[in-house]
């Protein structure tokens, strides 16, 4: 049963991993930067805060649905690249979750998080997803600024973290208000 939850999980991860990035490129469409970089890029929060409930699951449902995106809209040719692109996609949040238990020493069961071990987490996602992603890009000769993508990349990232970041903030306290109509 175990096994199947899992699988069950990381389907439903890469269901709402490609729909908020489908929901990215429709709205944000306009301001794509160079080859997967944007200035808004909503779908990294998603990977941060999924990675950070489902872990391994939601990791291995970004990668799937990173492999659709990645065949579907930045098909370049190649099957390898597509590939690591997405074990990129899907593993980046995962070492970022590592790091910032490890360093910044928030629990795993994350009842010690703060809003500075967020923002802290969020920067080091940012930076460690775009400079990966840039990295591979750059050596596949798809980047031709490496500097200057992986910038953009990771405020992006940053950007599109912080408004998930916001929206479940004011979602929680919407709920927590609703539901202590007596107080």
């Not at 069950?8 to 269901?15: E, Q």
């Not at 099957?79 to 490890?102: A, E, N, Y």
Request: glycine residues 6%.
């Amino acid at each position: 049963m175990h096994l199947l939850n899992q699988i069950f999980t990381a389907i439903a991860c890469a269901v709402a991993y490609y729909i908020v990035f489908e929901f990215n490129k429709f709205i944000f469409n306009e301001y794509v930067f160079s080859f997967g970089v944007n200035w808004v890029f909503i779908p990294s929060g998603l990977q941060l805060v999924l990675v950070l409930t489902a872990v391994e699951s939601a990791a291995a449902g970004i990668v799937l649905a990173s492999w659709v995106i990645g065949y579907t809209d930045y098909f370049l040719g190649s099957l390898i690249f597509t590939f690591i692109t997405g074990v990129i996609t899907g593993v980046s949040p995962l070492i970022s979750r590592k790091i910032s238990f490890d360093f910044l020493h928030i629990e795993e069961d994350l009842q010690n998080l703060t809003f500075k071990g967020i923002a802290q987490m969020s920067v080091i996602f940012s930076l460690l997803s775009a400079t990966l992603h840039q990295l591979w890009y750059f050596y596949n000769d798809v980047s031709g600024n490496f500097l200057h993508s992986t910038l953009v990349m990771a405020f992006g990232n940053l950007l599109g973290t912080v408004v998930v970041l916001c929206l479940i903030k004011v979602t929680s306290e919407t709920f927590k208000r609703n539901a202590s109509p007596f107080e």
